[in-house]
C-alpha cells in the first residue's frame, strides 16, 4: 500500500521503511504527554475535533457523554474496519502505533476510565502488542491498562453496538439502542467507542493545542483526514488530507485516473456515487460532498474508469451488503436481498425488472433495522441509480450501455 | 408524567408474525415480507388501548410504547 507525503500531520512521522515507529523514536519526535484531565475535555472542544470512523460526530460531546455517565468509565479504540476498501486504520496501527495509543491513554484520562481496550485487524496485531509492551517497560501510562483483542471480521462488526456485544462475549452484531454504549457497554460500563484515526488527532492535539488542529481543514470540520483511495487511481493508497481539500487535487496528488474516471464513490461501501465531472468541483468535506448527498463516511474513495458499467458495479456492492447483513431484522435480510435481485436482474437487461417498484424497496428499507446498515446500502444504490441513469435506461430498454 | 406516547418497533425481536398490524391498523401496517411499518404519531387517548394491547399481544415482545416529551 503506499502512502503520499506532503502536507502530513498523522502521517509525518512515517518511516521510509514502513517499520513500526518505536516508543523511543515516537517520544523524541513528539515528545512525553503531558496534560490536565481535566482540561482534556474543553481543549477538544476548542479544537473541533470529530470522529475519524464514518459517523463525523463531535468527540468532545461523545467525552463529556461518557464522563456524565459515571465515575467509571471504559475506552475502546475502534480499529476494526471492517469496509473493505478502507485501509488508513491499518496504516496508523501498523506504523504508527503509539500515536493512537497516547490518544486512547489521553481519552481515558478524560472520561475517568483505567482500561482500554483495542480492537485491530489480526494483521497487525502482533505490532500493536509489541507497541504495547515498550509502553508497559516503560510504564509511560501510570495505571491506565491497555489491552488488544483482535476484531471480528465483518462489515457490521465494527458499528459500535455490535464491537460492545463482542468485547462481552457476545456475537459481533448490532444491538437495539437504547442503551447506547456512552449509558452501559462493556461490562455495564460507560463504555467511549472511538475510531483509531480520531485518537490519534487527539494525541497530537494534547501536545500542539486547539488552535494548532484548526489550522487546517474548515471552520466546522477542522484538521487532516486519512482517506484510501482505490480503483482506477494510478497510485491508490493511504493519503493524509486538510478536511476541504479539492477531489481534483487529491486525483492530482494519486496520479491521476486512467482515462478519466465515469464515476467516484465516495465514503465506503455504505457512501455515495458522485459524477466523474465532481471532481472539478467539489471539496472533501461533509459540507461541501453533501451538493452531490455524500460524505466523508469511511473515508474511502473509488474511482471507476470510464468505460465500466456504473449498473455492474453497483449491482456487486450492493450483492455484497446483502450478504454482510447481520441477519437480525427482517427489513434488511429480506429487503436488501431483494434490491440486490432487482440490479442483478437490470445488469442482465431483464425486461421484467420494475424500476418502481425498486425505488418503493429502497424508501421501505431504509430505517427499519436496528443499525444503519441498510440505511447505507439503501444510499449507495440510490446514487447508483441517479449517477449511472443513463445506463439504467438502457438496461431497461434491454441495451448494451456501452 | 408528561410527553407523547409513540410506538416503536425492536427490529432483531420482531419475527414478522404481524398480530401488531391486526390489532392497531390505526399506526402499523405491514410490508410485503409481512415486517411491521411503524408510524411513530404520538398516539391519542382514544388509541392507547388498542396500542397497549398490541404491545401486549406481540410474541416476541418486540412492541414497546415510548413516552417522551417533544
New interface residues.
Given amino acids: 500500500m503506499s502512502v503520499a507525503e506532503g502536507t502530513t500531520r498523522l502521517l509525518a512521522g512515517l518511516r521510509a521503511d514502513r517499520q513500526p515507529v518505536s516508543l523511543g523514536s515516537h517520544l523524541r519526535q513528539y515528545g512525553s504527554l503531558e496534560l490536565d484531565p481535566r482540561a482534556v475535555i474543553d481543549l477538544v472542544a476548542d479544537s473541533g475535533l470529530r470522529g475519524r470512523g464514518g459517523g463525523s460526530f463531535p468527540t468532545a460531546t461523545k467525552l463529556l457523554a461518557v464522563r456524565e455517565h459515571g465515575r467509571r468509565a471504559i475506552v475502546i479504540a475502534n480499529g476494526t474496519e471492517g469496509e473493505p476498501i478502507a485501509g488508513k486504520d491499518k496504516v496508523l496501527l501498523a506504523y504508527l502505533p503509539h500515536l493512537v495509543l497516547d490518544g486512547a491513554v489521553v481519552a481515558a484520562r478524560a472520561v475517568r476510565a483505567a482500561e482500554v481496550i483495542l480492537a485491530v485487524p489480526a494483521a497487525v496485531r502482533h505490532v500493536v502488542d509489541r507497541a504495547l509492551a515498550e509502553r508497559r517497560e516503560r510504564r509511560i501510562d501510570g495505571r491506565i491498562e491497555l489491552r488488544a483483542v483482535t476484531a471480528p471480521d465483518g462489515f457490521v462488526a465494527g458499528e459500535e453496538t455490535a464491537l460492545v456485544q463482542f468485547l462481552n462475549g457476545g456475537p459481533a452484531v ?3 439502542t437504547p442503551p447506547r454504549p456512552f449509558e452501559r457497554g462493556v461490562r455495564r460500563l460507560p463504555t467511549l467507542v472511538q475510531n483509531v484515526e480520531t485518537l490519534a488527532h487527539l494525541a497530537l492535539i494534547a501536545r500542539h493545542g486547539a488552535g494548532w488542529f484548526r489550522s487546517a481543514g474548515t471552520a466546522d470540520e477542522p484538521g487532516t483526514t486519512l482517506v484510501t483511495l482505490s480503483g482506477a487511481f494510478a497510485r491508490s493508497g493511504v493519503y493524509e488530507i486538510p478536511i476541504g481539500y479539492p477531489l481534483a487535487a487529491l486525483v492530482a496528488d494519486a496520479g491521476g485516473v486512467r482515462n478519466d474516471a465515469s464515476a467516484f464513490l465516495v465514503g465506503g461501501y455504505f457512501g455515495t456515487w458522485i459524477p466523474g465531472g465532481a471532481a472539478d468541483d467539489v471539496g472533501l468535506s461533509d459540507a461541501d460532498l453533501a451538493r452531490y448527498e455524500a460524505a466523508l463516511g469511511a473515508r474511502a474513495i473509488v474511482a471507476l474508469k470510464a468505460g465500466s458499467c456504473g449498473v455492474a458495479e453497483t449491482a456487486r456492492i450492493a450483492r455484497y451488503l446483502a450478504g454482510e447483513s447481520a441477519a ?5 435480510v ?2 436488501l436481498d431483494a434490491v440486490a435481485n432487482d440490479l442483478e436482474s437490470l445488469v442482465r437487461r431483464d425486461r421484467r425488472v420494475d424500476a418502481h417498484r425498486l425505488e418503493h424497496r429502497l424508501a ?1 428499507v431504509a430505517g ?3 443499525c444503519r446498515h441498510p440505511d447505507g446500502a439503501v444510499r449507495l444504490v440510490a446514487s447508483g441509480l441517479r449517477v449511472f441513469d443513463h445506463d439504467v435506461q438502457q438496461h431497461l430498454s434491454g441495451r448494451r450501455c456501452r | 408524567m408528561s410527553g407523547k406516547l409513540r410506538l416503536r418497533v ?7 408474525h404481524g398480530l401488531c398490524s391486526e390489532l392497531f391498523p390505526e399506526r402499523v401496517s405491514l ?5 411491521p ?1 411503524v408510524d411513530g404519531a404520538p398516539i391519542g387517548k382514544e388509541l392507547e388501548q388498542h396500542a397497549r394491547r398490541a404491545v401486549a399481544e406481540c410474541p416476541k415482545l418486540a412492541l414497546q410504547l415510548d413516552r417522551r416529551r417533544d
Fill in positions: 448490532p444491538t437495539f437480525q431484522c427482517g427489513p434488511c429480506h429487503g421501505l427499519r433495522g436496528a | 425492536n427490529p432483531i425481536a420482531c419475527d414478522g410490508d410485503e415480507w409481512g415486517y411499518i
